[in-house]
């Protein structure tokens, strides 16, 4: 996925137009602290194409969060989609989850284990990293 601001004309080939604290308003650390970097976030019924009049409020960075994630997609896969840094997209999706627009869950494997990965699972990764 492009980057909304490509394709204008950039003065400074390396600079971005946007800086990241104008598109989260100033803030620089997220109100969250239960999202990481492999933490799915998907649309909710709130954010389906019928409620356009309140899609048209949010910025554009929010809007493409909204569409990428209406399959779940971890932190990450997000921030690389739309080529920002993991902390901007963090207080981005913190902001579309208090709106009630996305939620937010941790990895199955992670969820059913109550937290943690099994212990066999660890073992082979593990040997197998050994054996290279």
Known sequence: MKHWTEGFDDDDAGESLVRPYTITGGRTAPERDDLTLITLVATTSAALPGNGRDRRKMQP????????????????????????????????????????????????????????????????????????
């Open 61 to 132: 960075e929010h809007r493409a969060i909204v569409a990428l994630c209406e399959r779940p997609l971890a932190v990450a896969e997000v921030a690389a989609a739309l080529n920002l840094p993991v902390s901007v997209t963090k207080i981005l999706i913190g902001d579309l989850i208090e709106s009630g627009q996305l939620r937010a869950r941790p990895p199955l494997a992670f969820a059913q284990a109550g937290g943690a990965p099994e212990l066999a699972i660890l073992r082979a990764v593990r040997d197998g990293l050994r054996k290279l």
